[in-house]
């Protein structure tokens, strides 16, 4: 899977980073990135998923 953020939509809530700290990082208080090379390991696929779905702007794309 891949996982990528728009982040003109990405409001820097630190959700998915709390859901997902070996994926996302909050970086100079305001800055989302993402921290595990493409492609994700599917080991982690279930909190990225969850992170997708509580992202509160739908910033967070997932892709096969
Ligand atoms: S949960 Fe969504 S809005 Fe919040 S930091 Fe992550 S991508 Fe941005």
Avoid at 1 to 25: H, N, Q, W, Y
């Amino acid at each position: 899977m891949r996982v990528s953020v728009d982040k003109d939509v990405c409001a820097c809530t630190g959700t998915c980073a709390l859901i997902a700290p070996e994926v996302f990082a909050i970086e100079n208080h305001s800055e989302l990135v993402v921290l595990d090379p493409e492609p994700v390991d599917d080991t982690l696929r279930d909190l990225v998923v969850e992170a997708a779905e509580q992202c509160p702007t739908g910033a967070i794309e997932i892709t096969e």
